[in-house]
């Protein structure tokens, strides 16, 4: 069983950045970040393989948010740039027991463990 803990949500003003951290109790393969806006359904952002070589985003993120892990460290991490209000949510950690191998990484189901979840409010 992997535990998952974020943490580096907060208040921050629309075009500032801001970086969320996950700790893990254990050994993770992919891993990766959604969010769940008030109102709305839980939707993916970001994943990355195990030795961080492969990467995907969701175009609403792409170009803005940077995911990266240190497995020395069990740390997964989401560096954001240039938030938006439209970013304000709730961000989860997801790890799976198998590496990324595809689309089907964007799906929540996919994922066998999750963070209790980190706020992030982006002000106007």
């Known amino acids: 069983q992997v535990q998952l803990v974020e943490s580096g949500g907060g208040l921050v003003q629309a075009g500032g950045p801001l970086r969320l951290s996950c700790a893990a109790s254990?050994?993770?393969?992919?891993i990766g970040w959604f969010r769940q806006a008030l109102g709305k359904e839980r939707e993916f952002v970001a994943v990355?393989?195990?030795?961080?070589?492969?990467?995907n985003y969701a175009d609403s993120v792409k170009g803005r948010f940077t995911i990266s892990r240190d497995n020395a460290k069990q740390t997964l991490y989401l560096h954001m740039n240039n938030l938006k209000p439209e970013d304000t949510a709730v961000y989860y950690c997801?790890?799976?027991?198998?590496?990324?191998?595809?689309?089907?990484?964007?799906?929540?189901?996919?994922?066998?463990?999750w963070g209790q979840g980190t706020q992030v409010t982006v002000s106007s």
């Open positions: 990355i393989s195990y030795r961080g070589g492969t990467t």
């Open positions: 997801a790890a799976d027991g198998q590496d990324f191998s595809g689309i089907l990484y964007r799906l929540a189901r996919t994922y066998d463990y």
């Open positions: 254990g050994r993770t393969y992919a």
